[in-house]
């Protein structure tokens, strides 16, 4: 039977779909697989950072833990504020808190700032929305940042509660004051976040914010430890966490 | 063939389109034998045979992402049992091919290979600028963009 | 197969209005071109409000393609006769809208040429992955569909068995496109403008209003340019759907409001406010927002009127209304408004760039063109001449 041109077309279409699915099949699955798979390091600790708010002393102008997180990691320094990188910054308590505020609170606690961070949380929105797993959580509960992989969507940046994540929205190199080999840059059109300097407990290191506050308001340690130094702290003292009621579950205390 | 100038016309513009690349060539002055490698000066052994870098050296690189990044896996074992750490800057950068101009580029550019762009980030040029001081930090990671 | 010599013959108004397209499409792409290499700075988008006017037109086009459904339904799964001239327009114009809608989420990407990573690392918990197959989905089912019948119409044969599931398959299919866009936003837990299950209803409200108004108007166009004539009947049902969904829009929007006002709960309340009242003295989005609410007022009440339904010019400019308020509040309300109050408190003004407007019109041109171009040849098939 002669074929006639169309059905040589239809074939080929056939042909050139079955392959696609082919290679999706082939390809993209143990890919899939071994990403998963690979991630599931051994369970060890559960980082968690706890703000001491009492020793914090942002009242005087300290900015030495931001400092220390834009040097170690290039972060640039943006004229906009619509463009600013931040991984930890300043904010008031009453917006940190605002649930906590109230006009009998003004004295003791109000217009006083505090660091806020990526909270690394338990169960993190942001992770629940990448579509491409650009952001996922580590065994050892630091949320992570894969810039390769990254398309820029920004539905991260929607997802986090907190609004910890920021977006290059132009090329961040030429604005780096001074550059730290032993980290990257990011590139245009990719968000980055805290990533609670996981190059530095790579080699047993703090993170950079905490080793350099002066009043030693920064605690970082394994929560899983019942008698490391943020138990300890936790057992001791009050401290709350931002907006615990979506469920979060986030790693960063504060106490009180 | 009433149309012989307007036909002939088109061929030649043709023609000359298709050679673009043969006159662009000419006028950089691309040199036609292959490209002059600087080795690093201390180290005479690569995280893999020559020949393997050659090949698929892109490859590896991004089996290295993949451990660094999504693994946290940061050490390398060489096919002659010394480690590394899987680094871009510090190890391939850093160690061994300091000058990215005097040895990566120089394929890069002969190949016409304009894809990677891991030096956007892991840039060589920002070792130096560290070494030179904050003040020529701007300007050199300026004139790094592209 | 695809007749497409048959957009390729045209008076000098077609010419001039596809020549036109094609100068706003260039435009669209230099733009892009400089974002592209500049970065979404070049936008009006912030830390703060991460998403703008182009997912903001994802979000209301991606209603109007699934509008589709709206004559789909009724002709080929209750024969209703009526729609059977309007059918095949609401299919291209699907199809129009689909594209635009995945050329507006390209367009926002901060690393456009990633974005197959969503294909090669498929991540079920996201939304966005099962979007994208959703949409990709539903541009080859109405493409397939489209092409079918016509060519079968054009070649006058009854179409091809197999096209019946398909088209049954598009029904189901365009509700779930919309409702996925929804689930996009309304699980996200820190924002109160979005975290509401009355989203996705609203969503599927709105889509089949804006989608039958943009319809109506187009066919009662054709009747201006060509002599294709969808029929009066089949206009005559399309605005009484698009009364009935608009109907049902401003009932949502009314509870959506109460919940919020009457609980006071800050996190609900706080955007509706941003948007209708003005927060901390920024009140940016207040007119367009009021200008909104009195296109939907008046043109509900105008459509609710039998006899201005039956009249045509009345009818367009109700159309027309319904189209730009669903466009205000779906688009710059919904998306804009959702991200002011940040999760800090922070009010910061969201003003699209002209690069980002010119992208924008770009990307309407190239769907307009789409739409004028499929029109063509459905009108050379079914009214040569």
Known sequence: ???????????????????????????????????????????KPRWAMVVDFQKCRFGEDCEQCLAACKEAHNLPEVSSR?????????????????????????????????????????????????????????????????????????????????????????????RVARPNPEFPTRTKGVVEKCNFCEERLAKGQMPACVEKCKQKAMTFGDLRDPNGPVRRLLAARYAIRRRTELGTGPGVYYLI | MRDRVPIVCGLLIFVALFTVPVWRGLAAHTPARQPELKLPETEKHCVAPVEYMRRAHMQMLIDWRDSAVRRGERTFTAYDGRKYNISLTQTCLGQCHVERKDFCDRCHSYAGVSGPYC???????????????????????????? | MFMFEKALVGGRRYWGWVLLL?????????????????????????????????????????????????VVLP????????????????????????????????????????VLNVMLYPTPNSLMFWDMLSLSGYLMLNAVIALTMLSAERKEVAPPRWIKPVIILSIPWAISIHTVTAFLYSGLPGRGLWLTAVLAPRFLASAFASGPALLILLSLLLRRVSRFDVG????????????????????????????????????????????????????RLVPWMWTSAALTVAALVLLLIPGVRRNHTALAMACAGVFASLWID???????????P????????????????????????????MVTVFYKIVISVRAPG
């Open chain 1, 1 to 43: 039977m002669k074929m006639t041109r169309k059905e040589f077309l239809r074939v080929m279409g056939l042909a050139a779909a079955g392959a696609g699915a082919g290679t999706l099949f082939t390809v993209v699955t143990p890919k899939m697989l071994a990403d998963t798979v690979a991630a599931k390091a051994d369970a």
């Open chain 1, 82 to 174: 619509a463009h600013e990188i931040k991984w930890v910054w300043k904010e008031r308590f009453e917006t940190v808190f605002p649930e906590q505020q109230t006009d009998y609170t003004r004295q003791a606690y109000v217009k006083h700032p505090l660091p806020v961070l990526c909270n690394h949380c338990d169960d993190p929105p942001c992770v629940r929305v990448c579509p491409t797993q650009a952001t996922w959580k580590r065994a050892d509960g630091v949320v992570m940042m894969d810039y390769h992989r990254c398309i820029g969507c920004r539905y991260c940046m929607a997802g986090c509660p907190y609004g910890s994540r920021s977006f290059n929205f132009e090329d961040p190199k030429p």
């Open chain 2, 119 to 146: 030096f956007d980030c892991h840039a060589d040029r920002m070792l130096k600028t560290a070494a030179a001081g904050a003040d020529g930090a701007m300007l050199a990671a300026q004139r790094g963009t592209r």
């Open chain 3, 22 to 70: 094609c100068v706003a499409v260039a435009l669209g792409l230099v733009c892009y071109l400089r974002q592209l290499e500049l970065g979404l700075g070049v936008t009006g988008l912030s830390r703060d409000v991460s998403w703008g006017l182009y997912i903001a037109q994802f979000t209301f086009f991606v209603g109007v393609a699934a509008s589709a459904v709206m």
């Open chain 3, 75 to 114: 002709y080929y799964l209750h024969d209703c006769k009526a729609f059977g001239k309007i059918t095949i327009l609401g299919e291209f114009l699907a199809v129009a809208a689909v594209v635009m809608c995945m050329l507006f989420i390209f367009v926002d990407m901060g690393q456009p040429m990633r």
């Open chain 3, 232 to 283: 009066r009947e089949g206009i005559q049902k399309l605005s009484v759907i698009v009364t009935y969904a608009m109907a049902l829009n401003v009932f949502l929007i009314g509870v959506e409001m109460f919940t919020a006002f009457y609980s006071r709960i800050p996190e609900h309340a706080e955007h509706f406010r941003y948007l209708y009242v003005g927060l901390d003295g920024h009140a």
């Open chain 3, 330 to 340: 779906k688009g710059m309300g919904l998306i804009v408004g959702g991200f002011i």
């Open chain 3, 342 to 369: 940040s999760p800090l408190g922070a009010v910061t003004n969201y003003v699209p760039t002209w690069t980002e407007w010119l992208i924008v019109v770009g990307i309407w041109a190239l769907g307009s063109l």
